[in-house]
């Protein structure tokens, strides 16, 4: 579904966990807030707050570790498709050079 008309939620990464845990933290500083003060209105703004920090924060935390982890996948990705391009060939690294080798190049 979308979320204010432009957010899809279930193909968004890190959306539905943002909003989650935004939810959770709204509801524990709003709580919070009432439970010190016993005012109702101004917990409620609290409770708000509460959430677009949280939710702001989970954001941001998960969109780097998802960006991160992209990375290491396309670095693998182009290590195994080395390996295979170069393996057993003279240009593989893992190659040990015999003497007859050596003395060709």
């Avoid at 709003?30 to 954001?59: K, P, Q």
Wanted: a positive charge; hydrophobic letters at 35%; one cysteine or more.
């Amino acid at each position: 579904f979308k979320l204010l008309g432009f957010l899809d939620v279930q193909n968004t990464p890190c959306a539905r966990e943002s909003i989650l845990y935004g939810s959770a933290g709204s509801f524990i500083v709003g709580l919070g807030h009432f439970i010190a003060t016993s005012r109702v209105r101004r917990s409620c703004d609290f409770a708000v707050g509460g959430f677009i920090c949280t939710m702001l924060g989970y954001w941001f935390y998960c969109r780097y570790n998802y960006a991160q982890r992209k990375i290491r996948q396309r670095m693998i990705r182009e290590g195994m498709k080395n390996k295979l391009l170069f393996e057993g060939s003279a240009f593989d690294p893992e190659r040990k050079q015999t003497g007859n080798e050596r003395s060709d190049s």
